[in-house]
């Protein structure tokens, strides 16, 4: 019985060979999308799954209120609290802290046998629990000691290549850092960072018993201030998450109510983030220790995915209702025959499913074909081999299931409802609510294009508007350099006379920050005669003379540095005076305070300079105030050039030529600015991709239909014709349905996708505003999708020659 049914449903794909490759194309391309997006979902759902006893590992987070009022979040916190809480808890089975050192300051790499340096990113320094706490494959060395001696040092599999090439690397040694404090490290272990996917990536980690850092870290004793350790808990196997975090408040008010006082901090709350939500839910905690993305990105590419596998199915219930006359005596003389409802069902739910089956086989090799294209367009690392994962093959048979009984359910039920006297007489054998249905399918379609096509203007007008916008500083040919070193940093006048004798260089000067970079550093401040309990939280940057001219940020007030100056003379932006309540105008009179007694120190005010985003348009300008800096972290080099090969080739050979055994690291400032919205980029491209998709799969169905349509109005047509129709009015005929479908469908897509995307864009501080015209476009472009689909096959219809419709009767 079921060779036969697999037989019979062969016999008739083949037969309506345009049905067939229509519905075969639509679900092979869903699939398609489905598949990728799936497979970049599950990547991204994996961060830190493969940690043992990951659902019990969580980082304590930060809140820290002033006025009441939470204006301090971050992933990170005091240094002594995690072990405070290990102390304190019998519930905390294991803790560990990590520092990512290189946001406080560059360091150097080398091997101690070599003049090679190299400026490595990710630096972690960690506490010796730390591979106890997390995972990571060992490719040498023993994870659990590996970290417990002093200036002990765990290298990436990458990095240990690159410093040892195939020798072994334990107890050789490594240089970290330069002049008076570089450190001697042994290389204690190697792990493999390709193993596993974490939002913990470090390229090499330092233990916390090392001199600097690590032992500021270790013996720093208060609980409110110095909130930059990235600290995390390991809860034993029967404790409950939600009772212990209700236990924080105690543990702060009995810990912390000193420190909070002298720091001028009114609460601090602490909170548990579990390990595995890190990547995906602390979108909005500042100090992240790695790039973060949104479950809510991935919500929107599974409903894209959703949707045109929808859209897919709706093709195959349009085409397979709307044909179903064809079938009509075929299933009247099998009910006559004996066969039953049951039966027929059986048999039309079999052919949709053999072609979702078939459209899924021959939507995996096109996968693996494409999966360079899609590795660089995520920067993920998918391979052949994730389809194999038991959660892909189990999805994709799920996917293939639902596919084919959501394709073919509704026409299995129809066809096998068909009354087999009406049949064989060739009277009307469709229920009426089928038309309607179908008219219905075809609005759902026009609803999910118009919705895309708006989406996708919406997203390209916001990445564009974070590329246009003015950050109030000059971005372009503007190249941040990395002095790193303390011997370059101290050649900083001669390095700056010898660039500006090289042509395209127009002007220099230098900072701590590079523009991009996140500002960690910052003061508490107070007024003179205010309370010094209540400070306001300033960045802090230190830049030298000139650095406002280079970078093109105006002064509104005041003046720039002097070589005269101090450091206790200060320009700070706008959004400080905002702060402090002060005015314009008396700025230049102004002090800030900062400590409280003896020690405290007054900043003055030498000038006022216009706000600028010296973060993510995600978030709002900051307060920050500018010093004066001798031993800065970055050169910025003000350029003009139409040959930067030639240009860079002369600021690396002075650089060689100055300062020895010190990489020439520099960057492009507008790509840096760029890369903060690297995930706005992919969700456009992603988002263009996957609707010319979505409306191709629509323009499919259109096309069957309208075929169909029109081959069963051809007799209708030639009488037109005969009786003097012209081929305008033919073809209105066949397209004023269309139309008015495709102008419901806007009525209805257009207040949804405003919703959606509002609410998009509230992740932006700064951003757009949605314009009427963007629906207005959005509809058009369906429209003119649609009559150029249907028009084709109308007007073919229109000008065929009425002879041939009618010759039958």
């Keep these: 019985m079921l060779k036969n049914y697999i037989k019979i449903a062969w016999r008739n794909l083949l037969k309506n060979k345009q049905q067939t490759i229509i519905n075969l194309l639509g679900l092979t391309l869903g699939t398609v999308s489905c598949l990728t997006i799936l497979l970049y979902v599950f990547a991204q759902l994996g961060h830190d799954q493969h940690h043992v006893d990951a659902n019990s590992i969580y980082r304590v987070e930060t809140i820290i209120e002033r006025d009441g009022q939470a204006n301090f979040e971050s992933a990170t916190s005091s240094p002594p609290i995690a072990f405070a809480l290990k102390e304190d808890f019998a519930e905390v089975q294991e803790a560990t802290r990590v520092v990512l050192t290189d946001v406080f300051y560059s360091t150097l790499i080398r091997a101690s046998d070599s003049k090679d340096a190299y400026y490595e990113p990710r630096v972690y320094m960690a506490d010796s629990t730390f591979f106890e706490v997390f995972n990571y494959e060992f490719l040498e060395g023993d994870k659990l000691t590996s970290l417990k001696e002093p200036s002990a040092v765990v290298l990436s599999s990458y990095l240990k290549q690159k410093l040892f090439g195939n020798q072994n690397a334990i107890n050789k040694t490594i240089v970290w850092g330069s002049g008076e404090d570089a450190l001697n490290l042994t290389v204690k272990g190697v792990f493999d960072e390709k193993a596993k996917k974490s939002h913990l990536n470090p390229n090499y980690v330092v233990s916390m018993s090392s001199p600097g850092m690590g032992t500021f870290v270790q013996n720093f004793e208060s609980f409110a201030t110095n909130n930059f350790v990235h600290s995390y808990i390991k809860l034993s196997p029967n404790s409950n998450a939600t009772q212990f975090q209700g236990k924080m408040p105690g543990f702060i008010k009995d810990r912390a109510t000193q420190d909070l006082a002298d720091a001028g901090m009114s609460n601090k709350t602490l909170e548990l983030k579990k390990v595995t939500d890190i990547h995906l839910r602390s979108q909005g905690r500042k100090n992240q220790i790695d790039k973060v993305s ?413 075929s169909y349509v029109t081959e069963q109005k051809k007799k209708e047509i030639g009488i037109r014709k005969v009786l003097g129709a012209s081929i305008q009015s033919v073809v209105q005929l066949l397209t004023r349905d269309f139309v008015k479908l495709v102008l419901i469908a806007f009525l209805i897509a257009s207040p949804i996708s405003y919703y959606f995307m509002s609410r998009w864009l509230e992740g932006f501080t700064y951003r757009i505003e949605i314009e009427w015209w963007v629906f207005l476009v959005s509809g058009g472009f369906a429209l003119i999708i649609t009559l150029l689909t249907v028009g084709m096959q109308s007007l073919r219809s229109a000008v065929a020659n009425p002879v041939k419709s009618l010759r039958t009767e």
């Design 294 to 706: 949104s479950i809510t990105y991935l919500y929107f590419l599974l409903s894209l995915a959703f949707f045109i596998q929808l859209v897919a199915c709706i093709n195959f219930v349009n085409l397979s209702t709307a044909r179903a006359s064809k079938r009509a005596r075929e299933i009247g003389v099998r009910k006559v025959v004996g066969a039953g409802k049951n039966a027929l069902m059986r048999q039309f739910l079999g052919e949709s499913l053999l072609l979702s089956v078939f459209a899924i086989l021959v939507s995996i090799p096109i996968v693996i074909l494409l999966l360079p294209l899609v590795n660089d367009l995520t920067q993920e690392s998918l391979t052949y081999i994730d389809l194999y994962q038991w959660k892909i093959v189990t999805v994709l048979l799920g996917l293939g299931i639902f596919t084919g009984f959501a394709a073919g359910i509704y026409p299995a039920v129809i066809l096998s409802s068909i009354k087999p006297v009406k049949a064989l007489k060739g009277g009307i054998i469709m229920q009426s609510g089928s038309g309607t249905l179908r008219k219905s399918l075809v609005v759902f379609q026009f609803v999910v294009s118009i919705g895309l096509v708006a989406t996708v203007i919406i997203i390209s007008q916001q990445f564009r508007f974070t590329q246009k916008k003015d950050l109030g500083y000059t971005k372009d040919n503007l190249i941040a350099l990395r002095i790193g070193t303390d011997e370059a940093s101290s050649k900083f006048e001669s390095i700056k006379s010898a660039f500006l004798n090289i042509p395209g260089v127009v002007d220099i000067s230098s900072g701590n920050y590079a523009p991009s970079e996140i500002i960690l550093a910052d003061n508490g401040f107070y007024l003179p005669g205010g309370n010094s309990e209540n400070r306001t939280v300033v960045k802090r940057n230190g830049v030298s003379d000139g650095y406002f001219k280079t970078m093109g940020i105006p002064f509104l007030e005041g003046r720039d540095f002097t070589v005269a100056d101090t450091i206790d003379q200060i320009i700070v932006n706008e959004a400080t005076l905002r702060a402090f309540s002060i005015t314009k105008e008396n700025a230049l009179s102004s002090t800030l305070l900062q400590g409280t007694g003896e020690d405290t120190f007054e900043m003055r005010i030498i000038g006022v300079v216009a706000d600028y985003h010296f973060a993510s348009l995600r978030e709002e300008i900051e307060p920050l105030f500018l010093h004066k800096e001798t031993e800065p972290n970055w050169l910025f080099l003000k350029t003009k050039t139409n040959n930067y090969s030639e240009l860079l080739a002369g600021l690396e050979g002075q650089w060689k030529s100055t300062v020895s055994n010190v990489p020439f690291d520099y960057r492009f400032v507008d790509k840096e600015v760029e890369k903060l919205y690297d995930e706005e980029k992919r969700l456009g491209f992603i988002s263009v991709a996957f609707t010319v998709l979505a409306i191709f799969i629509s323009c499919l169905g259109l096309f069957g239909l309208i």
